[in-house]
């Protein structure tokens, strides 16, 4: 019984290694297509962090890799397909989205910078958008602007202290959103509106 959870253990372990070894070269992958036309010396010094520990841990991998992109010349292929990355990216910021809005008990406010971040995409959303159209609609589309924000987290936090207080108050709201008090002001009919919104889905 011992050896077999000791072999299952060690076989969990090279798993997460290969999965860890698979993001980095997919990481490095991306960003030479995204910047196809620069040297990779130059592109080291965009994802330190990826070319380092590709060259600690799976060297041989990188070298040939970075290899195979040069031509004789010494430029680079490119090899990106710019329409199916595009469709391959409004699905992915759809879903990133998605999960911003889901989580209420941390409000996040939805932009281009927070999205690439999340996807570690934010070189190709900062500097590419322009070839990929319909990702830089949705993105248009789904950007909240400052107010927007606001509103949503008074909504999310509303029925955060609802679950935790009961009927909360307008100063409650106030806090737990960490409102200063000229945009308290702003937004004190919308607090008041949506703590009645929560009173009448409680007692109807």
Known sequence: MKNQIETCQLTIQASAGE?????YRLDWRDLLSTYSDEKIVNLRFKRPDVYRWLYSNDREWLLQYNLDRKTKAGTFVSRVNW???????VSEVEKVCFEIMANTTQTIRITTNEIGRRLYKLPLLSNRLQRLPK???????????VGDFQI???KNNVRLLHKRVGIPKSWQVK????LRKEVWMKYEKQIEQ???AVIEEEYL
Do not use: F, P, Y
């Open 152 to 154: 949503r987290r008074i």
């Open 194 to 196: 949506e703590i009645r």
């Open 135 to 145: 990702t830089q609609m949705i993105l248009e589309r789904l950007n909240e602007s």
């Open 175 to 178: 806090r737990v959103s960490g």
């Open 83 to 89: 329409v199916e990355r595009d469709l391959e990216l």
């Open 19 to 23: 999965a860890i070894k698979e993001k």
